[in-house]
């Protein structure tokens, strides 16, 4: 599972693809310790937090929430990412990973 519930909301793990022809969800991903991230593409490069930008956005986007409730709290220079987002229910986020919102 790429997310878990957090104390009031889910924290989740990325993998984040910048400078991509465009911002999309890419699937699962993987690592070493078979720890499962979510796969997202954004277009921004990743120089002066420009790729973490449009991350937050794309998230609040999708999961229809305002950006303050969403915060990077690892990996901000690293492409696997934790983010904890606040309010945030696990339904809605299996919802967004499997294309249904």
Do not use: W
């Not at 400078?19 to 969800?25: A, D, F």
Request: some cysteine.
């Amino acid at each position: 599972m790429f997310f878990e519930k957090k104390d009031n909301g889910c924290l989740l793990r990325v993998r984040l693809t910048p400078n991509s022809s465009c911002c999309r969800l890419n699937g699962l991903f993987y690592d070493e310790h078979n720890q499962a991230y979510l796969k997202i593409s954004v277009v921004s490069v990743p120089e002066n937090g420009k790729a973490n930008k449009e991350l937050i956005d794309f998230l609040a986007k999708m999961l229809n929430m305002p950006k303050s409730a969403i915060t990077i709290i690892g990996g901000a220079q690293n492409r696997l990412k934790k983010i904890y987002i606040a309010g945030a229910d696990e339904t809605r986020i299996s919802q967004m990973a499997e294309g249904q919102i």
